[in-house]
Antibody, heavy 124, light 110 residues
Framework: QVQLQESGPGLVKSSETLSLSCTLSGSAVTSYYWSWVRQPPGKALEWIGYVYYTGSTSYNPSLKSRVTISLDTSKQQFSLKLTSVTAADTAVYYC??????????????????WGQGNLVTVSS | QSVLTQPPSASGAPGQRVTTSCSGSSSNIGNNYVHWYQQLPGTAPKLLIYRNSQRPSGVPDRFSGSKSGTSASLAISGLRSEDEGDYYCSTWDDSLGGPVFGDGTKLTVL
């Protein structure tokens, strides 16, 4: 059974760096887009970015200058770093597995498994 | 405000059929597959429909999806109280260069 589990601090100070990890189980690393999605309280989902199993990355342009997503295949983990956080970055952060079952990838990929979410609050 | 427009709310009585829409443009829905996610209160999103109309294993056939042009729809028949939650459409946006989500539709079972 595929499982994803986020871990990291629930409180980060303004202007500092938010760091989260996602541990995979029950899934190979290859052929997937390992992704981060966030959801501010009471608001909609927002794609942050992904790291493909090859190590290539893609980020939401609105966050690109502050985001780094990396993959450690030996640990079956991938990580998110978001620098210079503000209150606007307060959200539940989800890790998710992106799967592309069509011939057009990455455009056709969707998120078939999600972690349970990690609420991160940015404090001043 | 998302580039995908969803009605903020929908409702229906148990047993009824309810539909909700997702409207986009040629740079997203018009050129890519649409996927739907169900988010029950206090839980993580769950894949409900992928590639416009495909159901993952374990999703009841009460849930169905369709796409036409730059819009997509999700239909839920035989509505149940446990269907209450938020429903998000998602697709790739060619301008963004990544996936986008709608603002979600909150479904209430009366």
């Amino acid at each position: 059974q595929v499982q994803l589990q986020e871990s990291g601090p629930g409180l980060v100070k303004s202007s500092e760096t938010l760091s989260l990890s996602c541990t995979l189980s029950g899934s190979a690393v290859t052929s997937y887009y390992w992704s981060w999605v966030r959801q501010p309280p009471g608001k909609a989902l927002e794609w942050i970015g992904y790291v493909y199993y090859t190590g290539s990355t893609s980020y939401n342009p609105s966050l690109k200058s502050r985001v780094t997503i990396s993959l450690d295949t030996s640990k079956q983990q991938f990580s998110l770093k978001l620098t210079s956080v503000t209150a606007a970055d307060t959200a539940v952060y989800y890790c998710a597995r992106g799967y592309c079952s069509s011939v057009v990838c990455p455009q056709g990929h969707y998120f078939d498994y999600w972690g349970q979410g990690n609420l991160v609050t940015v404090s001043s | 405000q998302s580039v995908l427009t969803q009605p903020p709310s929908a409702s229906g009585a148990p047993g009824q059929r309810v539909t909700t829409s997702c409207s986009g443009s040629s740079s997203n829905i018009g050129n890519n597959y649409v996927h739907w996610y169900q988010q029950l209160p206090g839980t993580a999103p769950k894949l409900l429909i992928y590639r416009n109309s495909q159901r993952p294993s374990g999703v009841p056939d009460r849930f169905s999806g369709s796409k036409s042009g730059t819009s997509a729809s999700l239909a839920i028949s035989g509505l149940r109280s446990e269907d209450e939650g938020d429903y998000y459409c998602s697709t790739w946006d060619d301008s963004l260069g990544g996936p986008v989500f709608g603002d979600g539709t909150k479904l209430t079972v009366l």
